[in-house]
């Protein structure tokens, strides 16, 4: 009897405790709710959550853009966050107001790790291996077999994370990270993964720190280290081992995956339509031929093979919510005045997706880079790597990574689908933090 009158005592706290909460955040949802952006009524606790489908998140917000705006506001959650939608609305703010757009928006996910610091083959796993050498290169000073097992496990890693963070289970824990801490899934995984990534890379650096000689830095842990050493006497000095071992790791994850993800897609798309990838290899073998690889002198004279590969980029927006921002300083945008450390989402696909910049935006065509002579055509709503102060510290190496593989293999290389290209379906896998391509198989033939 006591323990039953115990059981209903501690549901009676646990209920009346609920409800308080509950109170207490409708009470400070109505209060911020006065100064945001219009958009959909949240419910308590949940927020937007039963509005934005799961898998299609960048959809979902931009069909609400049509109700509410190239400016409004959704719930993630408890938390609120202002949707940037539109080229307008995103030059405006991350351009026009750079700075003040300029902060870090925390991510759940991240922030638990980083506490704020011939046959038919599926051609993942190769992609994946010549990108990572690349940064391998840069951040390690040496490459690795492909065969290596280490090497492999690593890439497996960051397939891993990329793939759930992409996930529903990714989107809710980002949304309501205390509850799913909690709750069983494949959320778990990513922190283990951090974990295994992180024991790598600390070895990676305690071999760099042995065998180093001053003054003749070998690569970027090299570098920093040395840096380490000026600075050792500053306490305020951003030169610190976790900073150097978190700025390791997002260099590889943003030097990879990203990258390896574009030239899937890229690939892929080559497969549905093999008249773009015939047009591309013309233009190859008439500007650079066959007896020498492509190199990046050569982009200046291949504009329709440049228009292919921007296209590709514009299609697929590997990261079509872009990465979040927050505000460093209160601002007026729009008619909207927006606090300092408000949660911004900069929904870069809706720029890619904007009739009012590209000519035919929901399909892929390469003419949307094409001026009437069939030259080359930037246009500023092209936005893959994020404008303004947060632009992707990698753009420029992933630029020419793009350029380099895609043309190299297109060159060597005819592409044939294991169906017919009528069948293939160019949806993403999941959508979430990226556009994760559905996997496929293709055949090379050397030409």
């Known amino acids: 009897m006591v323990t039953c009158e115990a059981t209903l005592l501690l549901l009676l706290i646990l209920t009346l405790m609920l409800m308080s909460w509950g109170w207490l955040a409708h009470r400070a949802r109505a209060r911020m709710q006065k100064d945001l952006p219009p958009g959909p009524a949240p419910l308590p606790l949940l927020g937007n959550l039963l509005q934005l489908q799961s898998g299609h998140l960048d959809r979902v917000l931009m069909e609400l853009s049509r109700r509410w705006g190239p400016v409004f506001t959704v719930w993630l959650g408890p938390r609120p966050a202002v949707v940037l939608s539109g080229y307008a609305a995103l030059r405006d703010a991350l351009v026009l107001q750079a700075d003040a757009f300029s902060g870090r928006g925390s991510m759940a996910v991240f922030e ?29 000073g040496k490459r690795y077999n492909y065969g290596d097992p280490e090497f492999l496990r690593l890439l497996d890693l960051f397939s891993d994370n990329f793939r759930i963070m992409s996930s529903r289970w990714g989107e809710t824990y980002n949304m309501f990270p205390s509850f799913m801490d909690w709750i069983p899934g494949p959320h778990h995984r990513i922190f283990k993964n951090f974990q295994e990534l992180r024991l790598f890379i600390s070895e990676q650096i305690q071999w760099h720190r042995q065998s180093r000689q001053t003054g003749e830095p070998r690569d970027f842990i090299d570098c920093f280290l040395e840096q380490m050493d000026k600075e050792h006497q500053d306490p305020e000095s951003h030169f610190q081992d976790e900073t150097l071992v978190m700025t390791t790791h997002n260099l590889f994850f943003g030097g990879t995956e990203t990258t390896s993800t574009t030239l899937r897609y890229g690939l892929l798309i080559m497969l549905k339509y093999p008249e773009v990838a015939a047009k591309v290899q013309e233009e190859l073998d008439a500007t650079v031929g066959r007896t020498r690889a492509p190199s990046l002198a050569d982009r200046a004279r291949l504009p329709y093979t440049n228009a292919v590969l921007h296209e590709i980029q514009r299609f697929i927006s590997v990261l079509p919510l872009g990465l979040p921002r927050a505000l460093t300083r209160d601002v007026n945008l729009r008619n909207h005045f927006l606090h300092k450390g408000t949660f911004i989402i900069p929904l870069l696909v809706s720029a890619h997706r904007d009739p009012t910049q590209f000519k035919d935006p929901d399909h892929f065509n390469p003419t949307n880079f094409l001026d009437d002579q069939g030259e080359f055509q930037n246009n500023d709503a092209f936005m893959p790597f994020a404008p303004g102060k947060r632009m992707c510290l990698g753009a420029g190496l992933a630029r020419s990574e793009i350029f380099l593989f895609l043309t190299a293999i297109l060159q060597k290389f005819s592409l044939l689908p294991v169906g017919s290209p009528a069948d293939i379906d160019l949806t993403p896998q999941c959508t979430g933090l990226g556009n994760v391509p559905p996997a496929f198989q293709l055949r090379l033939v050397a030409r």
């Open 112 to 140: 638990r790790f980083t506490h704020g610091n011939g046959a038919p083959f599926d051609p993942r796993q190769l992609l994946d291996n010549a990108v990572s050498n690349v940064i391998c290169t840069v951040v390690f």
